[in-house]
């Protein structure tokens, strides 16, 4: 079954030790948070076109294409989710962790005896612009929804860590051992439907100074 939903608006800041920790007093100060439901650790094994990186004019191009990803959550691979974003519409397909270990062993034929949309897309991409396993990464989520009249949902993320390891992606005391030698990042991800009121803004003021805006998605 395919589950869709349309993404809003996103914005992204690199945060210090400090940034982090004055935001996430104020979140949990405004009892948001939604670490039962959102929270907790995420592995995501990105697929990109390496097609489009040795031909001329064919990074624009891959832009405008779907974009796949696998993921599960809380260190547990028996429950993953495959992503397909297009634009600003996201779109999910479930996938068992034998699917997934096929997968990564190379064997997709899987995907097209599946009747699910987001699956056969896949399978189109991994036969035709021939996506390949780009970037593991993993880091710790906490999730806050915040002013749910005006649709924005907050995030703060660290530890995060990344590998190019993919075959390690259902591993994750493995990939555990190995973020010990990186130091991680911390980010804060806001999203919104259409705008951010000021009463909302005030609530992060006190490290918008240092914060640092990111153009690229990390995930």
């Known amino acids: 079954m395919e589950n869709a939903q349309l993404n809003g608006h996103e914005l992204r800041y690199a ?7 004055a ?6 100060a405004a009892g948001t948070a939604e670490t039962e439901r959102g929270g907790g650790w995420v592995h995501t094994l990105g697929f990109a076109s390496y097609i489009n990186k040795a031909l001329p004019g064919r990074d624009r191009e891959e832009r405008m294409e779907s974009c796949f990803s696998l993921r599960y959550y809380n260190n547990d691979p028996a429950f993953l989710m495959l992503e397909r974003r297009e634009g600003r519409t996201t779109s999910t397909a479930m996938v ?46 906490e ?18 860590s990344v590998s190019l390891q993919h075959e390690d992606f259902l591993d994750p005391e493995l990939l555990a051992r190995e973020a010990v030698a990186q130091t ?8 919104y439907t259409d705008t951010i009121p000021d009463r909302f803004l005030c609530l992060l003021e006190e490290a918008a ?7 690229d998605r990390y995930l």
Request: charged fraction near 25%; proline fraction near 4%.
């Open 15 to 21: 945060l210090t030790p400090g940034d982090y920790q």
């Open 23 to 28: 935001i996430r007093g104020r979140l949990l």
């Open 96 to 141: 068992t962790e034998a699917e997934c270990r096929a997968l990564l062993a190379g064997e997709t034929d899987w995907l097209a005896e599946r009747h699910d949309p987001v699956l056969r897309d896949f399978h189109t991409g991994l036969t035709e612009r021939m996506l390949l396993p780009r970037l593991l990464l993993f880091y710790h989520r």
């Open 143 to 160: 999730s806050y929804s915040l002013l749910e009249d005006y649709g924005i949902w907050v995030a703060l993320d660290t530890d995060i």
């Open 184 to 191: 991680g990042r911390s980010l804060l991800e806001i999203s």
């Open 209 to 215: 100074p240092r914060r640092q805006m990111l153009v």
